[in-house]
């Protein structure tokens, strides 16, 4: 049986190979749906590989856990709605960080087992030699592992908590941000503690008490930290909880001995955290900023905005559309909870039938996660290549004969370039204020999610087109079509 | 066996390795990249698995089972999430996708 751990190694070694290449090939949108096809034939390698270890107890249990996890996860996973993938990938993510949590606490129990804290019973240790002669472990944690094995177990524990909370707020379970004085300091003193008591652990002084005040201590860091962040904030939190993860996942793959969950955690780890600062930066916040200050906190009064919304009625606005050369569709959260994604997609397929040209534009945040509001049009069936990044856009403005914005607010507020005293000041924006016309379908005349007055209601070349999303973009394809005759 | 300074050679060229796949990629994929970056480390799961296998009081043995539970739950939630979201993804060229126009 001596080529079986040759054999497991090199499916480990494929399943790596497979993670990269994955998602390297998730990184192009032509390919990218063959990326996770890979990386699933990878991680379905690596779960059968691991099945044949040799010295495996439990073998009945972990097949029992392997399949509920599964089937619960494929069924909900199968399920959900589009608008609501972000908690979705908070939910799964936070799991993952409890089963790093999970690995490391099993090693440290049975660490303070062996070392004679708990029974005196060395011989069963989960890290006994024998037992992990395959994965080449020595006999004992060495002090580098153990140190690893707790900071990925706290990693893991903070990851787990946290996404939990941003799961259920995204979900609509807890509305309110939680915030009381001196929080700060709070959070700094469990940190501080789970810290010290993690240094307690990593040092060998483990016992069962120990072990629990550590986990209890990270759990609730994990939670505290995440109750303060508003709704809006959410996705840069999640980026860095599934960056947490993957640290988690490597350092306890190290204590492991297993080079799959190394290489794939650690690649996770620095895509999340350089996907977290893009997200942090376009949002022009950064990433202490989200976690550690309030929104809004700039001081100074904000610049009065003078003239008057012009409203507009459906009919004159699709008829601005119907003649135009070229029309840039500007979507935003809004379209999203209103679900008129696939009545945009009609209106815009009649106006491209007519001749003119249609594109859409995107923020770099619209939707509640960088890329969430391209998935959303693609569930509509909008091709990618009509999309547009807002850098390619935003040149484009000035030759735009209609600019329609449904359902954002912020992201086209040129605010955010003229008043250094307004809180998204230095944002980058869609220079939607630079069509020649410019069409902003609105529920009504209020602000928006940041509660900042938009410059752009009140420009000359803005025309208002109150009412409901879906309700809206409902007559224009109406209009459209009695154009049409 | 995986010596110190070995392992630390593994995280630097794994951390650049993750670093440029993701600096290359277009703002349209950050979302489903971190979801299946999200199930990458759903390999949490094969560690999961070998904690259980090597767990043997009852105690250990119940943290292991919750640990494979969640791992499996990252996993197979990861991979569907992704999977529904890349799989809308279609160009407007002819012959790319079946509802091309």
Not at chain 1, 185 to 203: C, D, K, R, W, Y
Request: charged share 15%.
């Amino acid at each position: 049986m001596s080529w079986l751990p040759t054999i497991i190694k090199a499916c480990y070694f494929l399943a790596a190979l497979l993670f990269i290449l994955g998602l390297k090939r998730m990184s192009s949108p032509r390919t990218a749906r063959g990326g996770i096809v890979w990386a699933g034939y990878g991680m379905l390698l690596a779960v059968l590989a691991t099945f044949f270890l040799p010295d495996m107890h439990n073998r009945g249990l972990i097949i029992a856990a392997v399949l509920i996890g599964v089937s619960a996860a494929w069924w909900t996973g199968r399920r959900v709605a589009m608008t609501a993938m972000p908690q979705m990938v908070a939910l799964y993510n936070g799991m993952g960080g409890g089963a790093a949590a999970a690995i490391g606490a099993v090693e440290l129990i049975g660490y303070a087992r062996s070392s004679g804290l708990l029974h005196a019973v060395p011989d069963t240790s989960p890290l006994r030699p024998e037992a992990w002669a395959v994965n080449g472990l020595p006999p004992a944690l060495s002090p580098t592992e153990l140190a690893l094995g707790v900071l990925g177990a706290l990693i893991g524990a903070v990851s787990f908590s946290g996404s939990m909370i941003a799961f259920a707020k995204l979900q609509g379970w807890m509305d309110k941000r939680f915030v009381f004085p001196g929080q700060r300091a709070v959070n700094l003193l469990l940190l501080a503690a789970a810290v010290v008591v993690g240094v307690l652990l990593a040092i060998g002084h483990a016992s069962p008490a120990l072990i629990a005040a550590f986990f209890a201590l990270a759990l609730a860091f994990g939670l505290m930290m995440t109750l303060p962040i508003g709704g809006a904030d959410m996705p840069v939190v999640i980026s860095l909880y599934n960056a947490f993860t993957g640290l988690a996942v490597s350092f306890e793959g190290f204590v492991l001995g297993n080079e799959a969950m190394i290489i794939a955690g650690m690649v996770v780890g620095a895509a999340g955290t350089l996907l977290t600062q893009l997200m942090a930066k376009a949002m022009n916040r950064s990433i202490g900023n989200v976690l550690f200050g309030s929104f809004g906190a700039a001081g100074g009064e904000a610049q009065a905005i003078e003239g008057a919304q012009k409203p507009v009625d459906a009919a004159d606005a699709a008829v601005m559309m119907a003649y135009a050369e070229r029309v840039v569709i500007v979507p935003g959260y809004g379209l999203a909870v209103a679900q008129a994604q696939h009545k945009v997609w009609e209106f815009a397929q009649l106006l491209i039938k007519r001749g003119v040209k249609v594109k859409f534009a995107i923020h770099p945040v619209a939707g509640r996660m960088p890329g969430h509001m391209n998935v959303l049009l693609a569930e509509a069936g909008v091709p990618y290549d009509l999309i547009a990044d807002m850098d390619d856009i935003n040149p484009e403005f000035p030759a735009t004969d209609v600019a329609l914005v449904i359902g954002a607010n912020d992201v086209v507020n040129p605010v955010a370039k003229t008043d250094p005293a307004s809180p998204i000041y230095g944002m980058p924006i869609l220079d939607v204020v630079n069509a020649k016309q410019v069409i902003v379908i609105k529920r009504g005349k209020g602000t928006g999610f940041a509660g900042i007055e938009n410059a752009l209601f009140y420009a000359d070349n803005t025309r208002m087109l109150y009412g409901d999303g879906q309700a809206a973009v409902g007559e224009l394809v109406n209009e459209v079509k009695a154009i049409d005759g | 066996m995986i010596d110190g300074f070995l392992a630390l050679y593994i995280f630097m060229l794994a951390a650049f390795t993750g670093y440029e796949i993701i600096a290359r990629v277009p703002v349209i994929l950050h979302t489903p990249l971190m979801s299946g970056s999200n199930f990458v480390h759903g390999i949490v799961l094969v560690g999961a698995m070998i904690a259980l296998g090597h767990a043997n009081t009852p105690f250990e043995i119940a943290i292991g089972f919750v640990g494979v539970l969640l791992g499996a739950g990252n996993a197979a939630g990861g991979y569907v999430v992704t999977e529904r979201m890349l799989e809308m993804f279609k160009s407007s060229k002819p012959g790319a996708g079946k509802e091309a126009k």
